[in-house]
């Protein structure tokens, strides 16, 4: 699967809205199971609220947003594509700390609740530091 991020500053229209709000009213979360956070994809891909986790990552996720991107790679031969929320910053640091963990990797669907968990936030906005699992 590719596994991309975005943040406030490359999601469209920018800031933290998501087009399918589950737990939160904009993109966010922890990563945790009960609080997991805010990914994007196409919704014929993984339903509104599909749960899953993403072991190079150690958060859960939770689908609440569109990806125009997704949306191409799933209508154009049905390649799986899933954009993780890195972060509500405009900083333009973000951008390569999405780049930097930017790769094709296995994430688990409907994850049973004890998986290894690090809420270390993807992007800091405050120290301007990515998260280096």
């Known amino acids: 699967m590719s596994v991309t991020l975005y943040g406030a500053w490359d999601n469209t229209p920018p800031g933290a809205n998501i087009a399918y709000p ?21 919704k014929d891909e993984f339903a509104p609220g ?13 689908m609440e947003d569109d990806c125009t991107r997704c949306d191409t790679d799933w209508s154009n031969g049905k390649k799986w594509h899933i954009d ?12 390569d700390c999405e780049r930097s963990l930017t790769r094709s990797g ?4 409907n994850p049973p609740s004890n998986e290894p968990v690090d809420t270390t936030p993807i992007f800091d906005p405050d120290t301007h530091r990515c998260y280096r699992p």
């Open 106 to 109: 296995e994430v688990i669907l």
């Open 22 to 42: 589950k737990i939160h009213g904009k993109a966010g979360g922890t990563g945790t199971f009960s609080d997991p956070v805010t990914f994007a994809s196409n």
């Open 50 to 62: 599909s749960k899953v986790y993403y072991p190079f990552l150690k958060k859960y996720f939770i």
């Open 84 to 95: 993780l929320w890195a972060g509500n910053s405009t900083d333009p640091a973000i951008g």
